[in-house]
């Protein structure tokens, strides 16, 4: 069903990025068929450009010739946003890796989209200033795959996400023109385009550079870890620390499946016979920071915490937060594939969703781990199973569901970072109605009149909600959805 | 004040009136106090007020959740003391804003000078309602902090004047209100210092709330003549005393000769009294720039001179202010020369000003680059322009 | 006995998060997802499952891969990426597929060369070596890549003149034995970097080991193991642990890293041999590498003072092969007067790998670059490392550099320290060098 690319679009696009980054054999084809999901499909064609008029150049022959493209970062993403469902072009920005600008009196700095999230922080650091989103997967996400996804990560809790540190972007829009939306300032006066385009997942076009607000460091900060025996009682103290007013940095939560998994993988000294900890951080000026840490401490002893402790050395602190940050691949060790979804509730909901994920599992005969950005009540439940069991994979589908309808049905969401892409897009329907979809539409045909850009993600096709256990034709054989 | 109006009770009545005075080819003009209606150009051609002061229900208020939904004609007043009986509030503070509506307040863009330590409207905003130019009801984002599903078109609307749509309701993210506050006010004879000082202490490591430099408004909230810093701390007890301290510090070191901190309800008192300083009749030009242009602009008098000016340091948003008698060729002379200062690095706006400067200049200067992409969708969303023509930018 | 799709079921821990991305030398100097860790798998996937066929495609994209195993020291999936790799090569090499320009080059060497002592020392010693098409190919492709003057150039050729004998076969303790050490010599080194074989030798002895060095080891087999000539590793793996598990040694140690790591994988690599599959483990499991065996000395032995700010390299082999990296530093620690500094990316690959450099040049010496550059921000009197690929090759990093701190192996050091007398500082380095007059 993908439509192969035409070999005069080959050529074309080989004269603008050079023969050496344009890749269409089988292998590489395949190697660009995937993302963090479990989703896959092949391009027709891989190109890898070198600047951004390469990459408006590529879009203007995609464009001219209605093929359809697709932006690529890290391929870290967890929705399948990057994933050629309808083939085409994937344009994978990995060489446009340069930070053009950083200007700490104003504090901003200008990156190409391919520019590695930690790599940023790192750049300023010794200046006293760090990018504030911090997905898990920073050391290798790229912050293009950030806007595009609006990613978020565990210190959003107090400083928002992506979309509040980005001021401004160069984008080459889906017909291949290039504009320069928002500015290294707060009024840029006119419509928030910046505020549109970051979380559009690629759809309505491919950023080539973009400015990124800077932030001062915090002057001291404090890591705490809460042990629990049971589930309950850490997020009753989650509850309870947000109602208190209290808004740390950071507040996580790790059941007792992933704890021993995240042991067993880096050995960051959680206590393996705990239901669940919670790994809370507080930053600030020094002086605030004990009444702050002693109310956390109270609450979470109240909640029947059966050991707090705080880290007592930056290196033990490091060791805490990269159990956390490695959570996601040391799941494997459990079973060899998961299902993760990202769904969110209101904060006072997170108890009974939490139960309603354990009644899921157990009503699916599946394991489900957790680990979550729980202050913000942005669930992360990982749904194992082994991809040989059929039985399984459709029980997994079914338990899915049911908790993303869960977090739907208490006036959550579907996706709290990771993006609809095209895993979620045909229950967009759960949480809107056909008018808002509408309008999405709208605006996205405004901008990408002749569809090629992202085609298929975000929005639903049109068919009604709830088809989710689709198998797109393209996956190879031995994969699965 | 004989305009055609209607002033629907619920959202679906509002729709509704949307949707058939647009069919009769009508221009509509949302509105709500009518507190900010100063903003922008004239309106094109005549148009029907839609007043959205009875859209006032609370539609949704969880304080555990940190979140609240409000239909758009609630008082910002009205909202500040629903969420302050929770030990909540919306950490915005627009000045002059007490009777404002949430809409007319999101519609203009209006934010204050806390915005770079709890951002403006964009970053509050969760999620709205916004009644299109078709009469349908159409929402986007959600009323949970997080949340990446489907396009933020609420963004768009957010200081788009009402060009877009009428927003209906909205979905705000609150916060816990600051345990203690403080105001340290230091004075300076000399603007270039007191602007150095304030960016000393905006960069360092203390959590502030808003570091402003305030330039010949003194009299008008009770202290003497000349320029003044005025910090604003928020957070706890010990983190408030240290960082009145050091910047009390830091200022007589810089050679402030008067140099006070202010707390409890003396404190508020001076926040709200700088708040709600009187502009009858004032103009009011708003720029934007990077924070180093703005103040290297400020310090060579290309802003404001010995005019009266209010500079919000970590935002880079500086007003300069013009009395009722100015001349309008010198304001006119002056925006301009500010824009030719600015470049295409900042940008200057008139949020108020006479006719007679109106008439003279275009109050929004020149459109962003993205001004193409800014009319197809406002093509999409409002294909007959009937929204709030021709006061915005461009055709817009 | 050849590969079955069976042995790439690790390649299922594979979860695609990405997390080994960053860590990857070939990656990070060539963006593209063929180049990454979990480009790799996903063609070792195809291969398994009968998608892809062995071919230039496979061939281009698999060979690039330095086979450093930084992906698995990164990898929170435990993915045996290193094991992957191998079997991945095999299968490729068995299927004859070529169009890889120094695969017949390769061939020769490792067949004809490497694993007999006798050739290697004969080419060795009659400089003849020197004149194989490899090193002249080898020589060639930097001066092409490379300005500057040829002499310098070939002044970073291996010192294959100065001849290397191998030991006696028992050399005792010096003072009290406190343990039998079987010494492996590693095939190449001997040849080029014959000091540091020397030196781990006399610190072994000062530590309190006597020293084995059975007469009938061969090489160890890794480069075999990593172009995919597994029957020829087997052979030489089978060859070993008689030679090894003769000496009745209670530790079999090597200063090679590269050899060690391979060594310690003998018991996979005859896991389906059934007559040498309890005896392979039985000698691996006391395989150690010389760090690892001198850092358990307790106390350690006196040594006398050195000096100089230092800075030690991790070869691959070791960190990500063996995860050892604390004992060589732990030992530098212990050196009076030594400064040790740390680099800022300790974990990149020098560009080494085996023949890596002479058939992916290109990639070797970006790779080594970047490495340098780092190294050299920090202005060190000396460059230690403990492997003899990563030793010639940060050699040839540091002259392209135009530089010339010189580099040393861990060994050669630390017998400086305990032969003592103290080094005062850089200036007597450089006249007079670590080795001064050699004991054994
Ligand atoms: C271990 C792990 C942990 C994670 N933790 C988090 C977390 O804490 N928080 C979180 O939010 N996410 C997390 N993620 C998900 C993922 O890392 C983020 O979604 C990230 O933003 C994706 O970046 P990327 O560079 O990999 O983008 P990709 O996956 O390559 O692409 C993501 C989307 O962005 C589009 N895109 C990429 N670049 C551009 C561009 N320049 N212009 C326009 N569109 C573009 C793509 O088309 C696609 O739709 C995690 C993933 C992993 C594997
Ligand atoms: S880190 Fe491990 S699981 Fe993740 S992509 Fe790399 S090899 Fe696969
Ligand atoms: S072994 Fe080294 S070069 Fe090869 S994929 Fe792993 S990290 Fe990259």
Redesign the pocket.
């Known amino acids: 069903m993908s439509p192969t690319v035409d070999p005069a679009v080959r050529s074309e696009i080989a004269g603008v990025v050079g023969a050496r980054y344009v890749f269409d054999r089988d292998e590489e084809k395949r190697a660009y068929s995937y993302?963090?999901s479990l989703i896959r499909a092949r391009p027709d064609l891989v190109c890898v450009p070198g600047s951004a008029e390469e990459v408006a150049a590529v879009v203007r022959v995609a464009h001219r010739h209605r093929v359809p493209f697709?932006?690529?970062?890290?391929?870290?993403?967890?929705a399948g946003?990057?994933i050629p469902i309808e083939g085409g072009i994937v344009i994978a920005?990995t060489r446009l890796n340069r930070i053009l600008e950083v200007n700490i009196p104003d504090r901003y700095a200008v990156v190409e989209?391919g520019v590695v999230n930690l790599d940023l922080t790192r750049r300023v650091e010794n200046e006293g200033y760090c990018y504030r989103p911090d997905?898990?997967?920073q050391k290798?996400?790229?912050i293009?795959?950030?806007?595009?996804?609006n990613?978020?990560?565990?210190h959003c809790l107090a400083y928002g996400v992506t979309s509040n540190h980005i001021l401004g972007m160069e984008v080459v829009l889906p017909d291949g023109s290039i504009t320069e939306i928002g500015a290294p300032h707060l009024e840029p006066g006119g419509y928030d385009l910046t505020g549109l385009f970051t979380g559009s997942?690629?759809t309505l076009?491919?950023?080539?550079k973009i400015i990124c607000r800077l932030s001062r460091s915090s002057e001291a900060v404090r890591t705490m870890l809460a042990s629990y025996d049971r589930m309950e009682d850490a997020a009753a103290a989650v509850e309870a620390i947000i109602a208190a007013g209290v808004i740390p940095a950071a507040l996580e939560m790790m059941d007792r499946e992933i704890i021993r998994a995240v042991e067993a993988a880096v050995g960051a000294g959680y206590p393996v016979d705990a239901e669940a900890v919670l790994l809370i951080e507080i930053e600030g000026p020094r002086d605030g920071l004990n009444e702050s840490s002693d109310v956390i401490k109270s609450l979470c002893l109240d909640q029947g915490a059966r050991e707090f402790r705080t880290a007592q050395s930056e290196e033990e602190r490091q060791k805490l937060w990269k159990g956390r940050k490695g959570a996601?691949?040391a799941v494997a060790r459990i079973k060899p594939m998961y299902y993760l979804h990202d769904g969110v509730v209101p904060r006072t909901r997170l108890l009974w969703v939490m139960k309603k994920i354990a009644a899921t599992a157990a009503q699916h005969r599946l394991t489900i781990v957790n680990v979550f950005?729980a202050g913000d009540g942005n669930l992360h439940p990982f749904i194992l199973f082994d991809p040989a069991d059929a039985d399984e994979v459709r029980r997994v589908h079914l338990a899915g569901e049911e908790i993303l309808r869960a977090c739907v049905e208490c006036g959550g969401t579907l996706s709290g970072?990771?993006?609809i892409?095209i895993e979620k897009n045909e229950m967009m329907g759960w949480i809107f109605s056909e008018q808002d979809l509408e309008t999405m539409r709208r605006v996205r045909s405004a901008i990408d009149p002749a569809g090629v850009a992202?085609p298929k993600?975000v929005l639903p096709s049109g068919a009604r909600c709830g088809e989710l256990s689709r198998s797109p034709g393209s996956a190879p054989a031995g994969a699965w959805i | 004040m004989n305009d055609p109006r209607v002033r629907p009770a619920n959202l679906a009545e509002a729709a509704e009136a949307v949707g058939k005075i647009a069919a009769r080819g009508l221009s509509l003009r949302p509105i709500g106090a009518g507190s900010r209606g100063w903003l922008g150009r004239p309106a094109e051609s005549e148009a029907v007020l839609i007043e959205t002061r009875d859209l006032r229900n609370l539609e949704h208020y969880e304080p555990g959740d940190l979140t609240v939904t409000v239909e758009a004609g609630m008082a910002f007043e009205t909202l500040a003391g629903l969420l302050e009986a929770e030990g909540q509030w919306l950490p915005v503070n627009p000045a002059r804003s007490g009777q404002s509506t949430l809409g007319g307040l999101l519609a203009t863009g209006a934010t204050g000078s806390i915005r770079s330590r709890y951002g403006s409207w964009r970053d509050l905003v969760l999620g709205m309602s916004v009644v299109l130019a078709d009469g349908s009801l159409s929402r986007s984002g959600g009323r949970v902090v997080k949340n990446v599903s489907g396009y933020d078109l609420h963004k768009l609307h957010i200081g788009a004047l009402g060009t877009l749509g009428l927003i209906g309701s909205v979905s705000l993210r609150v916060m816990p209100l600051p345990k203690e506050q403080r105001l340290v006010l230091a004075s300076f004879k000399d603007r270039a210092v007191a602007l150095e000082v304030a960016m000393a202490t905006a960069t360092s490591q203390l959590e502030l709330a808003a570091v402003e430099v305030l330039d010949n408004l003194s009299p008008s909230i009770g202290l003497a003549e000349g320029t003044w810093m005025a910090v604003r701390i928020a957070g706890t007890e010990a983190d408030c005393a240290r960082s009145a301290r050091e910047i009390q510090e830091a200022s007589r070191m810089a050679g402030s000769r008067r140099h006070v901190t202010l707390a409890g309800t003396e404190c508020l008192r001076a926040l709200r009294d700088l708040n709600e300083l009187p502009m009858e009749g004032t103009t009011i030009c708003r720029i934007s720039a990077p924070p180093s242009l703005a103040i290297q602009l400020l310090k060579q008098g290309s802003l404001g001179g010995d005019r009266r000016v209010i500079c919000d340091i970590p935002g880079g948003i500086v007003h300069v202010l013009w009395n009722g008698d100015a001349e309008p060729s010198e304001i006119i002379k002056s925006v301009d020369g500010i824009r030719a200062g600015l470049g295409r690095s900042g940008s200057a706006i008139l949020l108020d000003a006479p006719d007679g400067v109106r008439a003279g200049i275009d109050v929004w200067g020149p459109p962003p680059p993205s001004y193409p992409l800014m009319q197809s969708i406002k093509r999409a969303l409002d294909p007959d322009r009937i929204w709030n023509r021709g006061r915005f930018i461009g055709d817009l | 006995m050849t590969v079955e799709p069976s042995d790439f079921s690790a390649a299922k821990d594979c979860v695609s998060?990405?997390?080994c991305l960053p860590h990857c030398p070939t990656y990070r100097e060539y963006p593209v997802e063929m180049a990454s860790p979990r480009g790799r798998i996903e063609l070792m996937k195809g291969l398994a499952e009968g998608e892809l066929q062995p071919g230039p495609a496979l061939e281009e994209h698999l060979s690039l891969c330095l086979g450093c195993r930084a992906c698995e020291t990164a990898c929170p999936s435990d993915v045996r990426f290193g094991h992957l790799l191998e079997n991945a090569r095999a299968v490729l090499k068995d299927a004859g597929a070529s169009g890889w320009t120094s695969s017949a080059l390769r061939r020769l060497f490792l067949n004809q060369v490497f694993p007999r002592p006798a050739v290697l020392s004969a080419l060795a010693s009659s400089l003849r070596f020197y004149q194989t098409s490899m090193l002249r190919r080898w020589v060639q492709s930097l001066l092409r890549l490379m300005p500057g003057p040829v002499e310098r150039l070939e002044a970073l050729m291996p010192d294959f003149t100065a001849p290397w004998s191998a030991p006696p076969p028992e050399l005792p303790a010096h003072g009290p034995e406190r343990g039998v050490a079987a010494f492996l010599t590693g095939c190449v080194m001997p040849h080029c970097t014959g000091e540091a074989n020397d030196a781990t030798l006399e610190v072994l002895r000062h530590h309190g080991y006597r020293v084995l060095t059975p007469k009938d080891q061969r090489c160890c087999g890794a480069l075999h193991l990593h172009s995919g000539y597994q029957e020829e590793a087997r052979q030489l793996a089978r060859a070993n642990v008689s030679a090894f598990e003769a000496t009745g040694a209670d530790v079999v140690v090597t200063s090679s890293a590269g050899c060690g790591a391979a060594l310690k994988e003998y018991g996979d690599l005859l896991s389906r041999d059934p007559e040498w599959a309890e005896r392979s483990r039985a000698v691996e499991s006391r395989v150690r590498d010389v760090h690892q065996v001198l850092a358990e000395t307790d106390p350690p032995p006196p040594m006398g003072r050195i000096a100089l700010r230092a800075v030690y390299d991790d070869p691959c082999h070791l960190l990500h092969g063996q995860g050892v990296s604390l004992e060589p530093r732990q030992l530098l620690r212990a050196v009076p007067g030594l400064e040790l500094v740390e680099a800022k990316e300790p974990d990149w690959c020098c560009g080494s790998a085996g023949i890596y450099t002479v058939t992916h040049t290109e990639m070797s010496l970006r790779v080594l670059d970047r490495k340098m550059e780092d190294l050299l921000s920090l202005e060190p009197d000396i460059i230690l490392t403990a492997n003899p690929g990563c030793l010639l090759q940060l050699r040839l990093g540091v002259a392209r550099s135009g530089s010339d701190v010189p580099v040393h192996h861990v060994m050669e050091l630390l017998a400086r320290a305990s032969r003592g007398p103290d080094l005062t500082g850089p200036d007597e380095l450089r006249r007079h060098g670590l080795t001064g007059e050699r004991t054994r």
Request: glycine share 28%.
């Open positions: 993302d963090a697709v932006a690529r970062g890290a391929g870290t993403g967890i946003g990057s920005l989209p997905p898990s997967s290798v996400c790229t293009g795959g950030n806007v595009a996804s990613a978020g990560g565990p997942e690629g076009g491919i950023a080539t996601l691949g950005h970072e990771h993006g892409g992202n993600k | 998060c990405g997390l």
